[in-house]
């Protein structure tokens, strides 16, 4: 809900809460006041105007340079970069001591940063250094992560995991790069400041950046397959890091975007295992060596990941003691199990049952949504029910256009879904009907009611 | 930390990088072994940085049945190419995964193979003829002049010829010295 209305409809209930008693005589225009400044939007479209003009201005900026730059001698254009890059710092220091203008002054640090990076390009042009071009843009980043360490700048950061992105996608897409790993300690690195800073909106750019590098490396496989079992084991060990962090005070904070982030990629990981061409193979890309046996790589990647998520899981268990471990979690926690224990299956069996691990993949993928929505409703969280949604209608269309199996097979595979779906309904239904009937005679016994 | 000295380390941490990348250039220009390589100059301009030519150069396909060293090489590998002076130009000897061992008035240039070809297509005999050569860039490819400038070293008169004097420093980094046309010197390289 946005403030505005927010507003509107404490406006609307206020009266009914002074009726009831709630609330006292007066107080409901204090409360309108305190959220109505709450919504005060003047300091955010400084910000904005303040980045959008930066951004025009640097661009400005570089198209300035670049157009006379014939004209100059080296010394002026050395200080004319340097010169920029300094005083838009300089400004960035005023405007941000003792708090003058500090949204104006951290869009001075991004124009800084961004002349840091006009600078490297236009540097790398005077002294004709022509060198392994995506190393630019990782310098780039690295200046952007020293910027904002050093000036607490949350845009410098994400103008940081950005570029960071560019250059693991430049490596990627540009180098052949199957799984470019030193992506990662660079992001890790990002984390730190996000964390003692408490930058939400940094984090939610560094969780889009590590799925967006995940994706990159996933592009140039040719056997995808294992990869993708490590990938899901690898979000899943994430969504069961987000869970945990939630249990302690000073994680919780970033706990909701870990734990979706990751849910997201794991059940898009997921998805991509229903797919019975992937567990048999192309017969365009394998030939006659349809489902080519386990790499060893990828092997050792699985069984990494297994026995962290083992670990996660067993750590997350500790958290919740054995009577606060709500049914949902236990439920989870079995199905979690069944998914570990095909992905092992599937690492050693051959062709001839792939079709059947196929099957296997997709039973558990409509368990898995139906579980979401049930954890969903539990936490009262709506992501976890939408994407549920989403992916339970993104998998049924896939098999429904999917031509691998027979019309007739995909008919009794749709039935066979719907009848499990109302029996669960039916279970679930009578399940609530007695846990709500047990919180409401606990209740009473204790005189609530 | 107050602001000011915060400011003042951010700009020292963000010029130092600026200030190597020209300190490394220069140091292969002052102290590396001075090469004339012939080019074949082919690409005009980019949209970004002005004028710009981009250059081949004779050493940067390399026959690896005609020369020394390793001969199995992948898309990407780092290589290291041993250069001697013929009669006028420097040319390729040999090609290696390690730096090798030289012999005097010879130098390896560190370049990184930029695609593997294995067969070749004969337009006499009308087939396809095995072959193993690779494509090699040295950082030494692009070449920035004042913009409007780069037409004529793109593309010279006929009779005209692109020369381009490089060093490479011991550990077989290269920079462009000198642009000669004609054997004339038409750009030269300086630090400021």
Redesign the interface.
Known sequence: MTRNRFWKQLKKELPLWMEKGWVNPGADQAILEHVGRRGDSSKFLSFAFGILGVLLLGSGVITYF?AN???M???VK?GL??GG??LA??I??YL??DDKAPHLGQAGVLL?VIL?GA??????????????YPNGVL?WS??GL??AW??RSQPALIGAISLAVLWTGMESFG??RQMHGWFFPLWLAFLPLIWRMRWKPALHVAMIGVLLWSFFGFESLRNPLFAVQVYFLAYLALFLFGLIMATYERLSYFALPVQRYSLLAALLSFYALTFPYLQVGYPFLHGSNMRPGVAKVWLAATLIFLALVAALALWHRQCFGRQKRPLWLLWGQVLVMAGLALIIVNLFIGVRYANLMAIGFNLLMFAGVVWLILAGSYLGDRFFVNSAFFFFALTIMSRYFDTFWTLMNRSFFFMAGGVLLIGGGIFLERQRRRFTGQIKSRRGERGDI | MK??A??V???I???L??VG??VR??WTLETGTAVLLETQPVDPRSL???D?VRLNYMISDLDLEKLGGDDKFD??DDVYVALAKAEHYWEAIGVYHQQPQLAGQQVALKG?VKYVQTSRWNPETKKSEPVKSIHVTY??????V????GRELERPPAGSKVEMLITVDRFGQA??KAVLVNGVERYR????
């Open positions: 670049a730059w014939g004209a001698p080296k010394i050395l970069l340097f890059m300094w710092f300089a960035a220091g941000l001591r800084g840091f600078d490297i390009m236009l540097i790398a042009q005077i002294y004709h250094i022509d060198s392994h310098l690295l200046g020293a910027a050093l000036l180098f052949e | 602001i000011a915060r400011i380390i951010t700009c941490v963000l010029t990088p600026l990348m020209i250039k220069q970004f940085r002005g710009y898309r990407f990184k950082g030494i490819e692009n070449y920035f004042p913009e409007g400038e920079g462009i390289e300086k630090l400021l």
